[in-house]
C-alpha cells in the first residue's frame, strides 16, 4: 500500500508509505493520498487529519527517479478540469499534468474542510514542502530538515508556490538562492513551523494537538480554517502562486529547449548529491 489509513478516535492518521524511496511522491501516491483525504473528510467520526510519512524522512519530494516513477501514466483527475496529459507533447503535457497532480491536488487538498497536521521527521524536500504546507499546522522533529533546491534546476520554486506567505519573503529568497538545508528550528523561527518535539515523540505530541483540536465544535474549525485561508489568499497567494506557475513552466520550457530536459538533466542522485553539504 503506497498510502496507509486509520482512524484512532476522532484523528484520522494518513501516511505515505514507500520508505524504502524516502516517500517520493509518485502519481500513484497522489491519488492514494487524495482516497484517504476523501474517506477522512466524509467519516463524521474523523475531526482532524494528521499527515505523516513511513520511515525515517517525510518526504524526499516528488518522484524524478524510483522504478514507480509515473509521469506517463494516466488517473481519473479530480483536481482540476483540464485534458489528459499522456497524449500531449512539451509544455501542453507539463502544464496540463502539473496542473493537476501538483499544484491542482495541493489547492484541492488545502480546502479540506477539517484541520489537518503534518507530522515531519527527517526530510522534507521540495516536493514534500509541498504536503506539509498545505496541512494547516506543521508539528516537526528536532531531526526534521527542510529545503526546496530546485534553482538548481533553473526552475523558481516548486510547483505550489507557497514560499512568501509560509515563510516570509526574507527567508523565502534565502532558501531559494542557496537550495541550502534549513532545520527544523530555523522553520520555526521564521513561523512556518508551530512544533518542535523529540524525535521519539512526534507521534504522541502530534496526537496529543490533534486530540484537543479535536474537542472543539467541527463546523467551527470549518470556518475558522476558511477564514484562514481566504485571509492568505487576500494577502495574493492564490493569485501569486497562478503568476508564479507560469514562471514555474517557462522555466521547465528553457530547460527543455536548451539541456537534456525539462529538469535540465538532474536527477534524484544529482540533487541529493548536490545538497549534500
Ligand atoms: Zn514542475
Not at 213 to 222: H, K, Q, T, V, W
Request: charge should be negative.
Amino acid at each position: 500500500m503506497t498510502v496507509l489509513y486509520e482512524r484512532r478516535g476522532p484523528v484520522a492518521l494518513v501516511t505515505m508509505n514507500r520508505p524504502e524511496y524516502r516517500n517520493a511522491q509518485n502519481s500513484a501516491m497522489t491519488y492514494a493520498l487524495d482516497d484517504a483525504f476523501s474517506r477522512a473528510v466524509d467519516d463524521v467520526q474523523v475531526k482532524v487529519i494528521v499527515l505523516a510519512g513511513a520511515g525515517q524522512h517525510f518526504s524526499a519530494g516528488h518522484d524524478i527517479g524510483t522504478p514507480d516513477r509515473d509521469v506517463d501514466k494516466s488517473f481519473d483527475r479530480r483536481a482540476v478540469v483540464w485534458w489528459d496529459h499522456t497524449d500531449k507533447e512539451g509544455g501542453n503535457q507539463r502544464f496540463a499534468r502539473e496542473s493537476e497532480v501538483y499544484l491542482g491536488m495541493c489547492r484541492r487538498w488545502r480546502e479540506i474542510p477539517k484541520p489537518m497536521i503534518a507530522s515531519v521527521q527527517g526530510a522534507c524536500i521540495a516536493g514534500g514542502l509541498m504536503l506539509a504546507w498545505m496541512c494547516d499546522l506543521i508539528v516537526a522533529s528536532d531531526d526534521a530538515f527542510f529545503a526546496d533546491p530546485v534553482v538548481r534546476m533553473g526552475i523558481p520554486g516548486v510547483e505550489y508556490f507557497a514560499h512568501p506567505w509560509v515563510l516570509g519573503p526574507r527567508a523565502a529568497r534565502e532558501i531559494l538562492f542557496t537550495g541550502d538545508r534549513f532545520t527544523a528550528a530555523q522553520a520555526k523561527e521564521w513561523g512556518m513551523v508551530n512544533r518542535i518535539v523529540p524525535r521519539e515523540d512526534l507521534e504522541d505530541e502530534t496526537f496529543e494537538l490533534a486530540g484537543r483540536i479535536a474537542e472543539m465544535p467541527p463546523f467551527g474549525l470549518s470556518l475558522a480554517k476558511k477564514a484562514v485561508n481566504q485571509a492568505e489568499d487576500l494577502m495574493g497567494m492564490r493569485s501569486g502562486m497562478d503568476s508564479v506557475f507560469g514562471l514555474h513552466h517557462f522555466a521547465h520550457a528553457h530547460n527543455a529547449e536548451t539541456s537534456k530536459d525539462s529538469l535540465a538533466g538532474e536527477s534524484a542522485r544529482s540533487m541529493r548529491d548536490a545538497g549534500a553539504r
